[in-house]
């Protein structure tokens, strides 16, 4: 690529959905680099250990906590967080090297990351899934049987905490019927 196509490339746009566990976001974020062209997924560290079917560098990179640590100090993250009883982050440089490419990014994030970025790049969009009820995010989250009956409550927990802080998001979408929820994060990115 020569220097002038270089410039004359719009830069890609950053989205960053969040909201409590079990609300449905894997599969509106699955929908959504499916069916946006050129809309790419960073892939988080986490320090969390890897459940039945997860890959290192496909659903997370997979990372010690020394190494989360080491990391944090050479100022890589983007953001990082703290959430239910485990570290994530999101590569600074993952990110950049998308936008610059000309690519939107996708971000699913909890809270905290998501305000971080906002504050270091105001431009990105912050999106908020919603479950129709606490209730029915208990359903589900229970239902999904990948977490014990603490983890649940801790995900619980910080659910109505999450709730929260969703008016400061651009954008909320309620999860209610999953087809719609799926179409109307599509649009919005689009
Ligand atoms: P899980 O352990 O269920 O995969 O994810 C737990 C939570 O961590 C989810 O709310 C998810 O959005 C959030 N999360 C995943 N990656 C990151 C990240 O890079 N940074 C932050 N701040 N949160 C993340």
């Known amino acids: 690529m020569t220097d002038s196509t270089k410039r004359n490339r719009k830069k890609g746009r950053l989205f960053v959905l969040s909201g409590p566990s079990g609300v449905g976001k894997g ?14 997924y960073s892939i988080s560290c986490t320090t969390r250990k890897p459940r039945d079917g997860e890959t290192d560098g496909v659903e997370y990179r997979f990372i010690s906590h020394g ?37 939107d990014v996708l971000l699913e994030i909890d809270v ?27 359903r589900r989250l229970t ?12 995900r619980l927990n910080n ?13 909320v979408i309620v999860n209610d019927d999953l087809d719609s929820a799926c179409e109307e994060l599509r649009k919005l990115i689009l």
């Open 67 to 103: 190494k989360f640590k080491e990391d944090i100090a050479g100022n890589l993250f983007l953001e990082y967080a703290h959430v239910h009883e485990d570290f994530y982050g999101t590569l600074k440089a993952d990110v950049v090297n998308e936008l610059e490419k000309g690519n």
């Open 143 to 154: 239902g999904r049987h990948t977490e014990n009956d603490k983890s649940i409550n801790v």
């Open 112 to 138: 905290q990351g998501a305000l971080q970025v906002k504050q270091k790049m105001p431009d990105a969009v912050l999106i908020f899934v919603a479950p129709p009820g606490i209730e029915e995010l208990k």
């Open 159 to 171: 659910a109505l905490k999450e709730l929260e802080l969703k008016d400061k998001y651009d954008y």
């Open 27 to 40: 599969t509106l974020r699955q929908h959504a680099l499916n069916n946006v062209p050129n809309l790419k």
